[in-house]
């Protein structure tokens, strides 16, 4: 493993938190992605695919697009995919200057937003309904066997391409970390991978909830038996729509800042509030208690492996009493890792952790401000300037290099 990405590559501020672009709140709170993105004057595509276990998967594509033919153009592709409880829409709430999604798209890229099983795009099953307990039987680990690679395999069959860039944002992150330590025939796949706060090690989080609930979650007792085919969140839109209405006359809606808490800590210093409308009516976006309770397993156990369903069924499902450990090592695609002082779920020891495991490692950048929290990697004062920017030129990078 080369010494070389041991060395912090500091970001490059390209201007001061007071002088950030902060994007004034749309006067219509808008919960559909589809139509953020034409409202934002944008060419969108909806595009669904079938898992191999029978989930329907809503992708949203913004693509590159002839002024005078209106046909579609080849570019360079770029998937990204959302965090826990969240959906394509969190890459679009900075606006249409602002958000990742449309930074990529100016640059030339074809950009393609993905989902994962039980948010709002993705809660259907040809096989079970939603109303089931057996279709919130998930984790993030069938998100990564499952989701991810159907939904790449897709990309590269719509578009004749035969590669792409990653961005993965938290859970993201740990999606992409399970398709490519068990399925290493992906690597080959990804040009490049930029995970933002990426969530596999969690023994040193500050979460509360991790400290408070993670030993009984994390554990196999009756109480977590009976939550593993539990949905976490409503997705009903009206409710969302309505408990974000709370934040447009008020500047620091306390109640809106309290509802992220358990998501991004009490610093909210850096967190642009003018997107807190959006942000409400567009998180969480649906899962399974499942997801938490593999991350607490983690907490727990100290380590990043397979679903822990007791020893009895372990023996079932992986022929050992003890769940596997994800082989990192396989991960042979360059990963650049952004993370932070302060983030409140992923603690730079586990990054650090993490880092010593993945064989390919061409960048960690360690975002300079100490109060930047984990929510502030989508919606923070200044995110484009000082992370969005570095992700675009990292990619431009490659592609000038394959020229």
């Not at 307990?133 to 578009?159: C, I, K, N």
């Not at 807190?276 to 938490?292: C, E, I």
Request: proline share 5%; with cysteine; aromatic share 14%.
């Amino acid at each position: 493993m080369r010494s070389e990405w041991l060395i912090y590559l500091t970001l490059i501020a390209m201007r001061q938190v007071a002088n950030a672009t902060i994007r004034q709140p749309r006067e219509i709170i808008i919960t559909d992605a589809v139509r953020r993105i034409q409202n934002d004057g944008y060419n969108v595509e909806r595009h669904t695919v079938t898992t191999k276990d029978g989930y329907v998967l809503t992708l949203h594509r913004i693509p590159q697009v002839d002024p005078e033919r209106g046909s579609v153009l080849r570019r360079p592709l770029v998937f990204l995919l959302s965090g826990l409880y969240a959906s394509s829409d969190v890459w679009l709430l900075n606006g249409r200057e602002d958000s990742l999604a449309y930074v990529l798209w100016r640059a030339g890229y074809d950009v393609w937003l993905g989902n994962n099983r039980g948010n709002i795009y993705c809660r259907k099953n040809i096989w079970r309904n939603a109303t089931e307990r057996e279709f919130w039987d998930f984790s993030w680990h069938e998100m990564g066997v499952y989701d991810l690679p159907a939904q790449v395999d897709y990309v590269l069959r719509t578009t004749g391409e035969r590669d792409m860039h990653f961005v993965g944002i938290s859970q993201g992150g740990t999606v992409f970390l399970v398709l490519n330590s068990l399925m290493p025939q992906y690597n080959a796949v990804f040009k490049s991978a930029t995970l933002l706060a990426p969530v596999a090690y969690v023994s040193n989080t500050k979460s509360g909830l991790a400290k408070i609930i993670g030993p009984v979650l994390g554990t196999r007792n009756y109480v977590s038996k009976m939550l593993e085919g539990v949905e976490m969140f409503s997705t009903n839109k009206f409710f969302k729509k309505f408990l974000s209405m709370t934040c447009l006359e008020n500047e620091k809606p306390l109640v809106c800042i309290s509802r992220l808490w358990p998501a991004v800590g009490y610093d909210t210093r850096f967190l642009n509030k003018t997107l807190l409308p959006d942000l409400m009516a567009n998180f969480p976006a649906g899962g399974s208690v499942k997801q938490l309770m593999h991350y607490f397993q983690g907490y727990v156990s100290t380590r990043f492996r397979q679903y822990d369903y007791g020893p009895e069924r372990n023996w079932l499902h992986y022929q050992q009493l003890e769940p596997p450990e994800y082989a990192l090592e396989n991960v042979s695609t360059p990963v650049t890792v952004f993370f932070s002082e302060n983030d409140y779920i992923v603690a730079p020891k586990d990054i650090w952790k993490l880092l010593t495991r993945l064989p390919n490692v061409e960048g960690v950048y360690k975002v300079p401000w100490k109060r930047w929290n984990h929510f502030d990697f989508i919606c923070g004062l200044g995110v484009r300037e000082y992370i969005f920017d570095n992700i675009v030129l990292s990619m431009n990078r490659y592609e000038q290099r394959r020229r």
